[in-house]
């Protein structure tokens, strides 16, 4: 069996006074996916900022390829993260947020616009590229979003509701880009179908309150 890609071990999480995630461990190899479920407000986003590094947890270790987060000094070019809130420069357009990104994980600026072309082209947006993000619907937004975060060809993608404003082709569309990668994948997701699509699903929601 291939080593794991993200790990974590006796992880917990607080969101505010709620412990959102208790003891979580749980080992993600390159190509494999989790699905993480819950009801509104049970802890997924706060689990998947976690797992990227951006929110600290309670307790635990979260693990790229067996060094621990607080260790890597390179996990931006290891970890991509599709946000809830899409996270995208209003003023900037399409393609520029895209580029920016892969500028900042070491992109010369040449290969920044072939791979951001490519992966606004796979999100079908190659005729929004030159559009402000502004100008966009939020379903367009999202997608800018999901294809930034493949440009980056990480080896560990997060993706928090990634579908949750897509049609029904362009969910199949984002769904088959998602799974279709070589990074280990964790999706917060509402989509019972996008769950079945996973190897692995972690259900949230068995909250505890901090006395
Ligand atoms: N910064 C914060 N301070 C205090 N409480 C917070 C904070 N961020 C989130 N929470 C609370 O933590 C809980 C978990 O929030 P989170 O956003 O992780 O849920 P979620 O499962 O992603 O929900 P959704 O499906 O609506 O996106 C919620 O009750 C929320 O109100
Ligand atoms: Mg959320």
Known sequence: MSPPVLSCRSLHCRAGA???????SLDVAAGER???MGPSGSGKTTLITTLAGLTPPAAGRVLVNGVP????????????????????LPVLTAAENVEVALRAAGRTP???HALAAEALNQMRLAAYAEHLIEELSGGQQQR?????ALALRPAVLLADEPTAE????????VLDALLGTSAALIVATHDPEV???CDQIIELGTAVTRT
């Open 110 to 112: 040449r290969e920044a």
């Open 18 to 24: 709620r412990e959102v995630v208790r003891d979580l």
């Open 166 to 173: 897509q049609d029904k082709v362009n969910r199949l569309l």
């Open 34 to 36: 989790v699905a993480l």
């Open 69 to 88: 987060l607080d260790e890597q000094p390179s996990l931006r070019r290891e970890t991509a993260l599709v946000f809830q809130s899409y996270g995208l």
């Open 144 to 148: 800018v979003a999901v294809a930034r």
């Open 195 to 197: 769950a079945a699509r």
